[in-house]
């Protein structure tokens, strides 16, 4: 069986995924006009085919990993030529959304015909020797989705209708990144208090593995802060505006805009932070 | 050398650190008129002498240990009987305050002569075959605080003058009881979408440490979660109202008041925590 997929962009998650598929001998389309030269350069060393969004309509599956912001823009851009291929596509919305949201992207599929999955990626993109992200996926296309294992991705079905796959890797971020805005935030009191060296000899002695998730996460969020602002808006529209819960991630937000605008600016808070981290590397 | 150590209140943390005083040698002075009987009990269980304000004020060291609310008053109430006794003390303050409070509380006594010590504890109560709290102390009455150590406590000297340890105290709580929050939040959201089983299974293969966190922190905190409304908005003090970071604390405050009242009423939020967390017992 040779399956076409498209993957409409290939970003660092899309071009990562496409690799792997060809790699397993599937023919993956994206687009690359117009997209920037880093898109381009990914596509084409993961043997992506390029096509335009007529051809993206006419590949048996449908994966979208798209900023979350483009996801409803994009099924609804796909939607009419996935109709004029005859509907018989599967798309599989893989984006970081809410529930709401994909039960959206699904509505805006639905005249087409299409069958539908809600996916969430979990991990971080495909590394060469590193772990694959899995790919999780719920609703009714769910069992034909995981005709995607024989194509070398980790796809795993989770009971439950479309929403409960955007539900889970809502939490899962919302529990990783929390757990780093906390450590952001205190590692920068402790510092200013001076109470940065105790505080990581007890984070050592009584919580190794968030010590050491302190060295590892807190680095690699720095560059991505800016990104997360509107990831932690989204889960705090996610947890509901009407419950108490949602006000952590809404502050949660604020500290990864600061903490953003502070990389732009002296990095003073960053310093701070890193001042702590080398105190628990060196713990 | 016989030493006499006070403990004013022999709550659950100043009974147990009391009793290990008292079994290795100490003379320990508390109070017990117009206490409860419990606290009466615990008095009479360590081997604690019962005496008046006067009395606790003739103790060589003074370890206060007592609501955090009351803190600056029962500084206050013991000074001019410190100050009758010759001012030659020590006091250390304890209590679960803010450095800004423990600094109030060194003003409150500087007029007695007494030397001064900022502490913080770390730990449940003792018991029996447990691990023993451990006892943070900055500032100039570090080094006689020590004394402690032949009498049996987990005394550990934080660089830094007053208001280090409390640092210390209010970050490491900041930390676990902001995890704790995040999990309980997670929890009812990923239940309520249906995703708690998948979650669950995320939770046991990236983050084990997590996921045992969330099996023994939890039900730890339901009956707790009145008492740490009050610590969690004194941690968001404690970051600076003027900060971001304060937003996320003081959104756990509401958040641990909720699950207060719903432990009091249907007990319908911590229905939906127990039946993820047992998911990840499971697991």
């Given at each position: 069986m040779s399956l076409t997929v498209a993957i409409p962009v290939a970003g660092a998650m899309g071009g990562g995924l496409g690799g792997i598929l060809t790699a397993n001998g599937a023919t993956v389309l994206t687009e690359t006009a117009g997209r920037s030269a880093a898109t381009q350069e990914r596509a084409a060393a993961a043997r992506m085919t390029p096509t335009d969004a007529a051809g993206l309509g006419c590949a048996d599956i449908i994966l979208s990993v798209v900023?979350?912001?483009?996801?409803?823009?994009?099924?609804?851009?796909?939607?009419?030529?996935?109709?004029?291929?005859?509907?018989?596509?599967?798309?599989?919305?893989?984006?970081?959304?809410?529930?709401?949201?994909?039960?959206?992207?699904?509505?805006?599929?639905?005249?087409?015909?299409?069958?539908?999955?809600?996916?969430?990626?979990?991990?971080?993109?495909?590394?060469?020797?590193?772990?694959?992200?899995?790919?999780?996926?719920?609703?009714?296309?769910?069992?034909?989705?995981?005709?995607?294992?024989?194509?070398?991705?980790?796809?795993?079905?989770?009971?439950?209708?479309?929403?409960?796959?955007?539900?889970?890797?809502?939490?899962?971020?919302?529990?990783?990144?929390?757990?780093v805005g906390i450590l952001a935030a205190v590692?920068?009191?402790?510092?200013?208090?001076?109470?940065?060296?105790?505080?990581?000899?007890?984070?050592?002695?009584?919580?190794?593995?968030?010590?050491?998730?302190?060295?590892?996460?807190?680095?690699?969020?720095?560059?991505?802060?800016?990104?997360?602002?509107?990831?932690?808006?989204?889960i705090a529209d996610f947890l509901g505006r009407d419950r108490a819960e949602s006000a952590i991630w809404r502050a949660l937000a604020q500290v990864y805009s600061d903490l953003a605008a502070d990389s732009a600016a002296d990095g003073q808070a960053i310093g701070l932070i890193e001042t702590f981290r080398k105190r628990v590397a060196a713990g």
């Open positions: 900023p979350p912001a483009i996801a409803i823009e994009t099924a609804a851009r796909l939607a009419p030529h996935i109709a004029a291929a005859g509907g018989k596509a599967l798309f599989i919305d893989a984006n970081s959304i809410s529930p709401a949201t994909a039960r959206a992207v699904a509505v805006v599929l639905r005249p087409t015909g299409a069958a539908f999955a809600d996916g969430g990626i979990v991990g971080p993109p495909p590394r060469p020797g590193g772990k694959l992200p899995s790919l999780h996926v719920s609703g009714p296309g769910t069992e034909r989705a995981l005709v995607l294992r024989d194509l070398g991705l980790d796809v795993r079905p989770v009971d439950g209708d479309v929403g409960a796959a955007s539900a889970l890797k809502m939490c899962f971020a919302a529990i990783n990144k929390g757990l590692a920068q009191a402790a510092e200013r208090e001076g109470a940065g060296a105790a505080l990581s000899g007890l984070l050592e002695e009584n919580h190794p593995a968030i010590a050491a998730r302190a060295r590892k996460a807190l680095p690699d969020m720095y560059p991505k802060a800016y990104r997360w602002v509107a990831e932690m808006e989204e």
